[in-house]
C-alpha cells in the first residue's frame, strides 16, 4: 500500500501559529496547478509496482482550489498511477470555502473524506489565532457537510491561551454534536518566527500553559473514549473502520509520494523533501527536473523513526520487529532504555510491543527522544 500526498500551498489568510508553507498570493495558482500535475508525471516510475490506496489534499489551504483543479489533479493521478478499485481520497478544507453548493459538488466528486479545520467554536479563540473563518460558518458547514459526507474528520486545538477547561468542554461536546466519525486535535504550540511568538514576546498574549494543555488532552480523552472514539494515535480519534489510512500509512512506515512545494516523501529507506518555496518549485518543474533533496536513512534514522512513530499509536514499537529489522544490540538497547520509564508507569510492555501509559501519552514524544540511539 502507498499513499500520494498533495501539498497546496495557499492560504487566505495567515493564523497566527501556523509555519507551514504557503503564500497568501494566488497568482501562481494556475501555474501550480500545472505543475503539480507535471511531478505526478514525472515520478510514475517511483510507484511502477505499486498500488495508491489514499490520495490527501494537504497544505496551506487546498479548498482553495476550484473543483475542477481539485478533478484536474486527481485525473493527472489515475493518469499515471495504479489506482486501488475504493482509495481513500482526502480533502483539507476551511469552513470559509465549504458553501452548501461547494459541499454537494464535492461530494458528487471523487473525494471521499473531508478533513475540515474548525480549531474552535469560540469567536475569541478564532480571533486569537487569526483563523478566516468565524464560529458561525463552523458550525453551518458541519451541519451541511454531515448531509452529504459520511466520512469526516474536523480539527481541534487546545491549550489556547484565556480559553478555561470548562470551554474547552464546551468546544468538544459541541464537535461530538455533528456525530462525526473522527477527530484530530492538537496543543497549540508556539512555533519560532511566527506572530504568535512576537505576540507572546511582547506580552499582547498570555504564553502557553503547558498544565492546562494537559489537562485539556485528558479531558479530551476522557470525553471521545466516552463516546466511542478510539485513541488511536497521540493527535488522533476515531470510530471504528474510520481510522484515517493515510495517516496510519506514516506511521506504519509505508511509501509515500509528496507531490508540490514542501512536500515530503518517504520509500522505505529514504526521505525527499521538495524545496518550500512556489516560485523554484514551479520553474524547476517547467524544466523537467525535480525540486528534491533525498536523504538515505542510515539504520539508526530508522530505527529511531519506528521508536517515535510506534509510540505515538495504540499499536505500539514491536520488540519483536526491532530485532528482526535492527539487530539485538538495538533491542537490548530499547529494553534498557526504557526501563526507567516502565518503573515510572509511563511506559509497559504488553504482548511483546512496548506502549506508552494513560500517565506517558501526553509526555510521548519527549519518552521517545530518551529512547532514540545516537551513532
Ligand atoms: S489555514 Fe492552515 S496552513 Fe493556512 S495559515 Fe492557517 S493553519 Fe496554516
Given at each position: 500500500m502507498a499513499g500520494i500526498y498533495i501539498h497546496i500551498p495557499f492560504c487566505k489568510q495567515a493564523c497566527h501559529y501556523c509555519d507551514f508553507h504557503f503564500s497568501t498570493s494566488l497568482k501562481k495558482k494556475d501555474e501550480l496547478v500545472?505543475?503539480?500535475?507535471?511531478?505526478?508525471?514525472?515520478?510514475?516510475?517511483?510507484?511502477?509496482?505499486?498500488?495508491?490506496?489514499?490520495?490527501?489534499?494537504?497544505?496551506?489551504?487546498?479548498?482553495?482550489?476550484?473543483?475542477?483543479?481539485?478533478?484536474?489533479i486527481i485525473d493527472a493521478v489515475y493518469k499515471n498511477y495504479k489506482v486501488t478499485e475504493q482509495p481513500e481520497i482526502t480533502l483539507?478544507?476551511?469552513?470559509?470555502?465549504?458553501?452548501?453548493?461547494?459541499?454537494?459538488?464535492?461530494?458528487?466528486?471523487?473525494?471521499?473524506?473531508?478533513?475540515?479545520?474548525?480549531?474552535?467554536?469560540?469567536?475569541?479563540?478564532?480571533?486569537?489565532m487569526n483563523r478566516a473563518h468565524n464560529a458561525n460558518e463552523?458550525?453551518?458547514?458541519?451541519?451541511?457537510?454531515?448531509?452529504?459526507?459520511?466520512?469526516?474528520?474536523?480539527?481541534?486545538?487546545?491549550?489556547?491561551p484565556g480559553a478555561s477547561n470548562a470551554q474547552w468542554i464546551k468546544n468538544i461536546e459541541m464537535a461530538l454534536s455533528f456525530n462525526v466519525p473522527h477527530?484530530?486535535?492538537?496543543?497549540?504550540?508556539?512555533?519560532?518566527?511566527?506572530?504568535?511568538?512576537?505576540?507572546?514576546?511582547?506580552?499582547?498574549?498570555?504564553?502557553?500553559?503547558?498544565?492546562?494543555?494537559?489537562?485539556?488532552?485528558?479531558?479530551?480523552?476522557?470525553?471521545?473514549?466516552?463516546?466511542?472514539?478510539?485513541?488511536?494515535?497521540?493527535?488522533?480519534?476515531?470510530?471504528?473502520r474510520y481510522f484515517s489510512k493515510n495517516n496510519s500509512a506514516y506511521w506504519q512506515g509505508k511509501s509515500y509520494l509528496g507531490i508540490g512545494p514542501s512536500a515530503h516523501s518517504f520509500n522505505g529507506t529514504q526521505r525527499g523533501w521538495n524545496v518550500r518555496n512556489n516560485s523554484k518549485y514551479i520553474k524547476t518543474i517547467e524544466a523537467n527536473q525535480l525540486p528534491i533533496e533525498i536523504e538515505t536513512?542510515?539504520?539508526?534514522?530508522?530505527?529511531?523513526?519506528?521508536?517515535?512513530?510506534?509510540?505515538?499509536?495504540?499499536?505500539?514499537?514491536?520488540?519483536?520487529?526491532?530485532?528482526?529489522?535492527?539487530?539485538?544490540?538495538?533491542?537490548?538497547?530499547?529494553?534498557?532504555?526504557?526501563?526507567?520509564?516502565?518503573?515510572?508507569?509511563?511506559?509497559?510492555?504488553?504482548?511483546?510491543?512496548?506502549?506508552?501509559?494513560?500517565?506517558?501519552?501526553f509526555l510521548c514524544d519527549g519518552i521517545a527522544s530518551e529512547l532514540f540511539k545516537i551513532n
Open positions: 500545472n505543475a503539480l500535475t507535471k511531478e505526478l508525471e514525472l515520478r510514475k516510475d517511483e510507484f511502477k509496482n505499486t498500488t495508491v490506496e489514499t490520495i490527501y489534499f494537504g497544505g496551506g489551504t487546498p479548498s482553495l482550489l476550484t473543483n475542477e483543479e481539485l478533478q484536474f483539507e478544507a476551511n469552513p470559509d470555502d465549504l458553501s452548501k453548493d461547494r459541499i454537494i459538488a464535492l461530494s458528487k466528486s471523487k473525494i471521499n473524506r473531508l478533513s475540515i479545520g474548525i480549531q474552535s467554536f469560540f469567536e475569541d479563540d478564532l480571533k486569537l463552523a458550525i453551518a458547514c458541519l451541519e451541511e457537510a454531515t448531509k452529504h459526507f459520511d466520512n469526516i474528520s474536523l480539527d481541534l486545538i487546545y491549550g489556547i477527530i484530530s486535535s492538537y496543543a497549540l504550540t508556539v512555533e519560532p518566527k511566527t506572530a504568535l511568538a512576537s505576540f507572546i514576546k511582547k506580552g499582547v498574549i498570555d504564553d502557553v500553559n503547558d498544565e492546562q494543555a494537559h489537562e485539556q488532552f485528558h479531558l479530551l480523552k476522557e470525553k471521545l473514549e466516552a463516546s466511542g472514539f478510539v485513541h488511536y494515535e497521540l493527535s488522533n480519534f476515531g470510530k471504528d536513512l542510515t539504520q539508526t534514522d530508522q530505527y529511531n523513526e519506528y521508536i517515535m512513530t510506534g509510540l505515538r499509536t495504540i499499536w505500539g514499537v514491536s520488540i519483536k520487529k526491532v530485532e528482526k529489522d535492527f539487530g539485538l544490540l538495538y533491542k537490548d538497547y530499547l529494553i534498557e532504555q526504557a526501563e526507567v520509564f516502565i518503573n515510572q508507569q509511563l511506559l509497559y510492555i504488553d504482548k511483546a510491543h512496548l506502549r506508552v501509559t494513560k500517565k506517558g501519552q
